[in-house]
T-cell receptor
């Protein structure tokens, strides 16, 4: 069973607040990813990491930032939340190599008022 | 740049029937991998099936199979003997050094 966790599962917050979405995996995977899922369900890659101290921007420009200080942990931070950030954020991880399956977390549903 | 296109926002199928979900992609890479993922309502994304681009033989996983046409850059998913539990969003994915997805197809299964 895939062990990838996201907290919080739901977050409602006011405009201008700083937030951090947590993602952790216990599988020792090198690669980790953040996707933003629109209300219409389309998935956009916003950040990914090949391993510790590696972070890359995805195909969709995002005002969020990420860090990868430990293999198992890949948090996403929004310095100043806005209503346009309202979305679902999915974290995933995989072993290195394009063949390998990505395991997804349950997601964080963020609402910015 | 890599792109994935799913031209069917919604599909429906009767239980026990067969349905095919379409996917086309574009990449300049010669080595890549293709995936279909399923996202049931309010549940986590899970892998359905995957295909290596250099393998001509179409992948199969029980009731799920693909029709991989490399020259046409097409990667469709066929679900045979559809079940109510197959109802979900289905995402086609292309992995070169990172995995990107199409816009998804919502599959409804009617009894």
């Amino acid at each position: 069973e895939a062990d990838i966790y996201q907290t919080p599962r739901y977050l409602v917050i006011g405009t201008g607040k700083k937030i951090t979405l947590e993602c952790s995996q216990t599988m020792g995977h090198d690669k980790m990813y953040w996707y933003q899922q629109d209300p219409g369900m389309e998935l956009h890659l916003i950040h990914y990491s090949y391993g510790v101290n590696s972070t890359e921007k995805g195909d969709l420009s995002s005002e969020s930032t990420v860090s990868r200080i430990r293999t198992e942990h890949f948090p996403l931070t929004l310095e100043s939340a806005r209503p346009s950030h309202t979305s679902q954020y999915l974290c995933a991880s995989s072993e290195s190599g394009g063949w390998n399956e990505q395991f997804f977390g349950p997601g964080t549903r963020l609402t910015v008022l | 740049a890599q792109t994935v296109t799913q031209s069917q926002p919604e599909m429906s199928v009767q239980e026990a029937e067969t349905v095919t979900l379409s996917c086309t992609y574009d990449t300049s890479e010669s080595d890549y991998y293709l995936f279909w993922y399923k996202q049931p309502p309010s549940r986590q994304m899970i892998l359905v099936i995957r295909q290596e681009a250099y393998k001509q033989q179409n992948a199969t996983e029980n009731r799920f199979s693909v029709n991989f046409q490399k020259a046409a850059k097409s990667f469709s998913l066929k679900i045979s003997d559809s079940q109510l539990g197959d109802a979900a969003m289905y995402f086609c994915g292309l992995n070169t050094d990172k995995l990107i997805f199409g816009t998804g197809t919502r599959l409804q299964v009617f009894p």
